[in-house]
Each structure stands twice: as structure tokens, then as C-alpha cells.
């Protein structure tokens, strides 16, 4: 399932407001506005009114207990609580009908200020969605690996590169399925050998601009695969090391039973094995950084630009 793609740029308690509403985002901006703010305030006002009658309602009691008519006084704190439940119903209406209105309008007032600098699903066509999928699910890998979290790889660009990476691929790839959009609207309903040929070298700039974006989602792909293989490797090697902690014991044992002789080999290979490991973390560790590196890019390129 798709998801709202947010400019890393924009603060985070408003990325997270966006990622959680992206269908009342699309009716932001089909031109959906909220109840006007006078309505909520009117519903406010109301509550002075539960002051007054809080206030009537015990003095009413402390006249009825003065005259010595505790049942009228009884019958007094009942009307009271009655006529308090309905005045509350209408002020809060069941679901929170308040703060609803209150969200409604604090994500349309954020959807205008940060127009541009989100995208929803429906900027995305069927060939696009797939690409940001793969995208973000190389993202998270990376984001969410135990070698990125114990600082192993380069955590600090990881936080600011990789999301900033993410937001260039989803707004090159929607500008990609808004031209291929035009282009088709353009020849629906056929066209003249003039139009075929003059629209021809577009088509070609189409599939460059896309090859491009392919090769940045196939880049991060490829970071996230060395990371997934240097988590397999961390793994791995903790296992073995637990095991290496735990041959005194069994070296004690084998000596106890007289079955060392025939043990030896194989606890020698088990140290090999923990060595040979600890290279292959180390190697996985290395390709992950080459692979991130990678993803910048020769020096002085920058992002496609689509015409």
C-alpha cells in the first residue's frame, strides 16, 4: 500500500500528521475546507450556560435543605443531573466531534502552508507505485538494521541521505507519471503520422528520465541488500562468539570423559569459523559503505531534471 511521501525538510510532527491523513489530504486539496471556525467557537459558548445552571441547581438545594424538604431537594439534584448530561452531549458530541474539527483544520491549515512538499498516492501512476515501493522498503531496511543502529555504517548520513533520497525519487517519479498522464490524454483518440513523429523524441526523454530514476531505486536496492547481508553476518558472528565463550566448559568435559582426542579438530574449527566470520562482518560492512557511496553519485552530478 502506498503511502504519503513527506519532504524530509518539513518538521516531523507535521510529516507524521500527513502520513496519518492521506485521504483527507486528497479532499484538502480537491478543495474540501472545514466547518468554519465560528461553528466551534458557537459550541464553546455554551458552556457558560452549564455555569449558570450548576449554580441554580445548588442554590436550589440549599433552599430546599434550609425548609427541610429533603425530597424536593432529592428530586432538585436529579433534574440538575439530567439537565447537565444533555447540556454536556450537545457541547461534546460522541467521537469527539471537537477535536475532530480541531484536526480537521490543522491539517488543512499545514496541507497549504507545505503545498508541493507532500505527495499522495494518486500523483503516482502504475508503473511509478511499484518503483516507490521498492524504494521505500530499501529505505526502511537500511533504516531499521541493527548494524545502522549500533553505528556501524554511517548512521548519521543514513538518517539525512537516505529519507532525503527517498523524497527526490517519489517527486521525480510523480513528475514523471504527470507527463506520462498529458502524453497519453494527448493521444487518445489516435493520432497523425506528424504527431507520432513530433512526439517522438518526448517519448524517448520520457524513458531516459524514468531509466534514470530506476537506476537511483536499483542503487538504494543495493545498499539494502549489503546491509541485509552484514546484519546476516553480525548475527552470525555473535552466535559463534557465544559458542567460544562457552568451549571451556566443553573442553572441560571432553577432558573428564577422555574424549578430548577426538574433539579437538572440531573445536579448532569452530574457532576458525569465528574468525572467518568476523572477516566476512567486516567485508559486508565495507561493500555496505561502498554501496552507499555509491548512491552520491560521481562528483558534481545532481538529480535528473525532467523537461
Given at each position: 500500500?502506498q503511502?504519503?511521501?513527506v519532504?524530509?525538510?518539513?518538521?516531523?510532527?507535521v510529516?507524521?500528521?500527513?502520513?496519518?491523513?492521506?485521504?483527507?489530504?486528497?479532499?484538502?486539496?480537491?478543495?474540501?475546507?472545514?466547518?468554519p471556525?465560528?461553528?466551534r467557537?458557537?459550541?464553546?459558548?455554551?458552556?457558560?450556560?452549564v455555569?449558570i445552571?450548576?449554580?441554580s441547581?445548588v442554590?436550589?438545594?440549599?433552599?430546599?435543605v434550609?425548609i427541610?424538604?429533603?425530597?424536593?431537594?432529592?428530586?432538585?439534584?436529579?433534574?440538575f443531573v439530567a439537565?447537565?448530561g444533555?447540556?454536556?452531549?450537545?457541547?461534546?458530541?460522541?467521537?469527539?466531534?471537537?477535536?475532530d474539527?480541531?484536526?480537521?483544520?490543522?491539517?488543512?491549515r499545514?496541507?497549504?502552508?507545505?503545498?508541493?512538499?507532500?505527495?499522495?498516492?494518486?500523483?503516482f501512476d502504475?508503473?511509478a507505485?511499484?518503483?516507490?515501493?521498492?524504494?521505500?522498503?530499501?529505505v526502511?531496511?537500511?533504516m531499521?538494521?541493527r548494524?545502522?543502529?549500533?553505528?556501524?555504517?554511517?548512521?548519521?548520513?543514513?538518517?539525512?541521505?537516505l529519507?532525503?533520497?527517498?523524497?527526490?525519487?517519489?517527486?521525480?517519479?510523480?513528475?514523471?507519471?504527470?507527463?506520462?498522464?498529458?502524453?497519453?490524454?494527448?493521444?487518445?483518440?489516435?493520432?497523425?503520422?506528424?504527431?507520432?513523429?513530433?512526439?517522438?523524441?518526448?517519448?524517448?526523454a520520457?524513458a531516459?528520465?524514468?531509466?534514470?530514476?530506476?537506476?537511483?531505486?536499483e542503487?538504494l536496492?543495493?545498499?539494502?541488500?549489503?546491509?541485509?547481508?552484514?546484519?546476516?553476518?553480525?548475527?552470525?558472528?555473535e552466535q559463534?562468539?557465544?559458542l567460544?565463550?562457552?568451549?571451556?566448559?566443553?573442553?572441560?568435559l571432553?577432558?573428564?570423559?577422555?574424549?578430548?582426542?577426538a574433539?579437538?579438530?572440531?573445536?579448532?574449527?569452530?574457532?576458525?569459523?569465528?574468525?572467518r566470520?568476523?572477516?566476512?562482518?567486516?567485508?559486508?560492512?565495507r561493500?555496505?559503505?561502498?554501496?552507499?557511496?555509491?548512491?552520491?553519485?560521481?562528483?558534481g552530478?545532481?538529480?535528473?531534471?525532467?523537461?
Amino acid at each position: 500500500m502506498q503511502r504519503v511521501i513527506v519532504d524530509p525538510e518539513v518538521p516531523a510532527e507535521v510529516a507524521e500528521l500527513f502520513r496519518r491523513n492521506a485521504r483527507l489530504l486528497s479532499r484538502v486539496r480537491a478543495g474540501w475546507q472545514p466547518a468554519p471556525v465560528s461553528a466551534r467557537e458557537e459550541r464553546r459558548a455554551r458552556a457558560p450556560k452549564v455555569r449558570i445552571v450548576v449554580l441554580s441547581g445548588v442554590l436550589l438545594g440549599l433552599l430546599a435543605v434550609n425548609i427541610g424538604r429533603l425530597p424536593f431537594f432529592l428530586i432538585g439534584i436529579l433534574a440538575f443531573v439530567a439537565l447537565i448530561g444533555t447540556l454536556a452531549s450537545r457541547q461534546f458530541p460522541e467521537g469527539g466531534e471537537e477535536d475532530d474539527d480541531a484536526d480537521d483544520h490543522e491539517i488543512s491549515r499545514h496541507a497549504h502552508w507545505y503545498e508541493g512538499r507532500y505527495l499522495l498516492p494518486e500523483d503516482f501512476d502504475d508503473a511509478a507505485g511499484p518503483l516507490l515501493e521498492r524504494a521505500g522498503q530499501a529505505v526502511d531496511t537500511v533504516m531499521r538494521s541493527r548494524v545502522n543502529a549500533l553505528g556501524m555504517l554511517d548512521d548519521v548520513r543514513n538518517s539525512v541521505m537516505l529519507p532525503a533520497e527517498e523524497w527526490q525519487i517519489a517527486r521525480l517519479l510523480a513528475k514523471l507519471s504527470a507527463l506520462r498522464g498529458e502524453h497519453r490524454d494527448l493521444l487518445y483518440g489516435g493520432s497523425t503520422p506528424e504527431v507520432t513523429a513530433a512526439m517522438a523524441p518526448l517519448e524517448r526523454a520520457l524513458a531516459a528520465s524514468e531509466a534514470a530514476v530506476v537506476a537511483r531505486v536499483e542503487a538504494l536496492e543495493r545498499y539494502a541488500r549489503h546491509v541485509t547481508e552484514a546484519e546476516r553476518a553480525l548475527r552470525a558472528h555473535e552466535q559463534i562468539e557465544l559458542l567460544r565463550e562457552r568451549l571451556p566448559r566443553y573442553e572441560e568435559l571432553l577432558a573428564e570423559t577422555g574424549a578430548d582426542s577426538a574433539a579437538v579438530p572440531e573445536i579448532d574449527r569452530l574457532a576458525g569459523d569465528a574468525g572467518r566470520l568476523e572477516r566476512a562482518l567486516r567485508d559486508s560492512l565495507r561493500s555496505a559503505h561502498e554501496a552507499f557511496r555509491h548512491l552520491d553519485g560521481p562528483p558534481g552530478d545532481g538529480p535528473p531534471v525532467l523537461g
